[in-house]
């Protein structure tokens, strides 16, 4: 049996299509997301990826496009923990968690770290104050064991060339973790069908069972 994990940053409009792609497959996911990037009631429309405008979500639409799948706190604002106090970085991510708790009916013990950015001081503080993950932009080949939760690492960004060859690398470790960003997709159809089919192809392998980041750290 291998348990298979994902995570998906930013909170932006792409996820809703995302989310439709897990829910057909029975995947599970984990959303990062900064709500103190997004408006209440309109779609924030800020950067762009390429030639692709990426649009985040509103708060107000939120709880239906994650409904079913995990949501944790990516911090408020999106800062890189080496560029701000540690109390303030630590505010950032603990008004999101109970953001999330607040909007969600959910726990959140999860975080992803703003840009994979960690310092010893942050990765303590957040430890302290009961986050139970933190994932970080870094990839191993084996995922477990966790020498350090708050220095979570994946195998993979979603779009590596290796996508399966990691992932067999990954099997005789039990745990096979990739993430990424939905507005990588852009609006290209070819690359949404590709992705299409790699979650079916995964949700098709009979000795793969979908887990929530959590999960791994549990
Ligand atoms: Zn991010």
Redesign the pocket.
């Known amino acids: 049996m291998i348990r298979v994990a994902q995570c998906w940053?930013?909170g932006v409009l792409n996820d809703a299509r995302l989310a439709d792609i897990f829910r057909k497959y029975q995947a599970k996911a984990t959303f990062?997301i900064?709500p103190g990037l997004r408006e209440p009631n309109t779609r924030t429309n800020k950067w762009k990826y390429q030639d692709f405008e990426v649009q985040g979500l509103s708060l107000a639409e939120m709880p239906s496009v994650y409904k079913g799948f995990k949501v944790a706190s990516?911090t408020m604002r999106?800062p890189n923990a080496d560029k701000i106090p540690v109390a303030d970085f630590v505010r950032e991510a603990v008004d999101a968690r109970k953001y999330i708790e607040d909007h969600f009916q959910q726990e959140a013990p999860g975080f992803?770290w703003?840009?994979g950015v960690t310092t010893d001081d942050t990765v303590k503080a957040l430890s302290d104050c009961g986050f139970a993950y933190g994932r970080t932009t870094k990839n191993v080949e084996s995922v477990l064991p966790v020498a350090e939760p708050l220095r979570l690492h994946s195998n993979c960004h979603f779009l590596n060339p290796n996508f399966w060859d990691i992932f067999a690398k990954a099997r005789p470790s039990g745990v096979f973790y990739f993430w990424g960003?939905s507005y990588e997709l852009k609006n290209d159809e070819a690359k949404w069908a590709d992705f299409d089919a790699k979650i079916a192809r995964l949700s098709a392998e009979p000795d793969v069972q979908w887990i929530d980041v959590i999960d791994i750290v549990r």
């Open positions: 940053d930013d990062n900064n990516h999106h992803a703003p840009c960003h």
